[in-house]
């Protein structure tokens, strides 16, 4: 390499070879490297390809990949496409012809981890640079040459048997199961329907990203819905911790409640009779939390759906997850629609099996991710995960005994009897999110399992459905309880 009267050399990464063949046979191949001096000329060239061996098995969590567009290529490629050698550049000095960038034809992550870790999964290309004579376009020497570098290893927190579990469970329904450990916040399951075949992505693109049902939508952080009655249970902390209740407050349900001449109905046409918290819970009475909300206001319900981290992200290590929205209240009857998790109150899934694990776990938020480590190519270990949301909620014990009672309740005498729960000891709420169209809504379950000592932390969402919570909700938490405690299904 000459510098010439101190002007700026331009190099170029000549593809100098093009292709004439692909997919070549490695018979072939080897024949063409052993017999150099008869394919002169000829260069093989492996390519990588991205190959996802379980197919539909969690692509919301692993994403996919897709070449550089043109607005992205042209972007980059003032960077590594051409170096140039201007005059300040003295003696050997090769930095700029070792830019680790990307190359045209080069593959990018689009969605889910493949995205969230592009920069650490990537990897390093490798460079050579040659002298060819011009006369037979031979390879005279080798100026430079580094080979390339692998990117690292990224290890999930995810159980591959269970996520196949939630994903059968959930079947065809459109919507989402999580499974999480209460404890760590480690997701072990994360399962979204309609799905897609990451390795048939860059193929039926335009029609995915087309389709009404939106396979590519992650439910389980993206799908921002009312919790219904599952948001009851911040109701009821929120009351109880600001002592506007106690477990010796009763209200008269009577299958409505009215305030300032507007009837609020509770979902049992009949009414439950006096209810206090213990029975509030199991039975889902509206009639016990509009009343409760009158006494409670506004303030103290946002403070404390804040506290539970409604309307914030929950900071998982997914890209675009959706924070959803906890309304702000200037008005009784807005609080009222808002205790019973209706209104312009937005939750998703993730968010709400945080809730649910922070009772279980003595009432800690955890940081759910699904990062568990990075290790380089020889397995040393890069970076394990860190959590950077924990945080411990101010709830008195006596406060999370009583919710952890009544959750139990649920399944037992409640809402969720007769789903045959009772029997891996699941602690929960069911919970129905009306749309405002005749028959379509929302069926949530939301809970922990085992109840004296929780392993798993669980949120289920069937979308756009004419059923209700636990008719819809229930016999998939069965189904699910019955991959996760196979020993109790022997037992019984």
Not at 337 to 344: D, L, S
Not at 439 to 465: K, M, R
Request: glycine share 8%; with cysteine.
């Amino acid at each position: 390499m000459e510098q010439k009267s101190g002007r700026a050399t331009r190099i170029k990464e000549e593809a100098g070879y093009y292709p004439i063949a692909s997919d070549v046979t490695w018979e072939k191949v080897i024949q063409i490297e052993i017999n150099q001096n008869s394919y002169s000329g000829i260069r093989v060239t492996p390519r990588p390809k991205r190959i996802y061996p379980q197919q539909e098995l969690a692509p919301h969590i692993l994403g996919y990949m897709s070449k550089l567009n043109e607005k992205e290529w042209k972007m980059y490629s003032d960077k590594w496409n051409n170096f140039i050698l201007s005059s300040n550049i003295k003696g050997t000095d090769i930095t700029p012809l070792l830019y680790d960038g990307y190359a045209e034809n080069d593959y990018i992550g689009r969605s889910g981890v493949e995205l969230e870790y592009e920069n650490e999964l990537h990897g390093e290309r490798g460079k050579r640079f040659e002298e060819i004579t011009y006369k037979n376009t031979q390879v005279e020497k080798v100026i430079l040459e580094r080979p390339p570098v692998s990117g690292n290893d990224l290890y999930l927190t995810i159980d591959t048997q269970i996520q196949a579990y939630a994903e059968k469970s959930l079947g065809k329904n459109p919507g989402s199961i999580i499974v999480m450990d209460p404890w760590t916040g480690e997701i072990l399951a994360m399962a979204s329907y309609p799905c897609f075949n990451p390795n048939d992505v860059n193929k039926d693109f335009k029609k995915l990203i087309k389709h009404p049902s939106k396979p590519f939508l992650n439910r389980a952080i993206q799908g921002a819905l009312p919790p219904g009655s599952i948001f009851k249970v911040i109701t009821a902390t929120a009351a109880l911790s600001t002592n506007r209740i106690n477990t010796q407050t009763n209200y008269e349900c009577h299958g409505y409640t009215n305030y300032q001449n507007v009837i609020f109905r509770c979902w049992s046409e009949y009414g439950h009779g006096l209810v206090a918290i213990q029975d509030a819970i199991p039975y889902s009475c509206n009639v016990f939390f509009l009343e409760t909300a009158k006494i409670l206001g506004g303030d103290s319900l946002y403070t404390w759906a804040k506290n539970f981290g409604i309307g914030e992200k929950t900071g998982i290590d997914l890209p675009h997850e959706r924070s959803g929205n906890m309304p702000k209240m200037t008005d009784t009857a807005t609080v009222m629609n808002v205790a019973i998790g209706q209104g312009a109150l937005l939750t998703t899934p993730l968010q709400l099996a945080r809730i649910y694990a922070a009772v279980a776990n003595g009432g800690t938020l955890v940081q759910p991710h699904l990062l568990l480590k990075l290790t380089d190519g020889q397995g040393k270990i890069v970076r394990l995960f860190k959590p950077e949301k924990k945080q411990k909620l101010p709830i008195q014990p006596a406060t999370l005994d009583t919710l952890r009672t009544a959750l139990l309740d649920v399944v037992t005498r409640g809402t969720a009897k007769n789903t045959g729960l009772e029997l891996y000891k699941v602690a929960g709420k069911t919970g129905t999110a009306e749309t405002g169209r005749q028959e379509d809504n929302h069926a949530w379950f939301v809970g922990y399992a085992p109840y004296d000592s929780p392993q798993y932390c669980f949120a289920i969402l069937v979308e756009h459905t004419p059923g209700h919570g636990a008719e819809i909700t229930g016999p998939i938490a069965r189904e699910l309880m019955s991959y996760l405690f196979p020993e109790l299904n022997e037992a019984s």
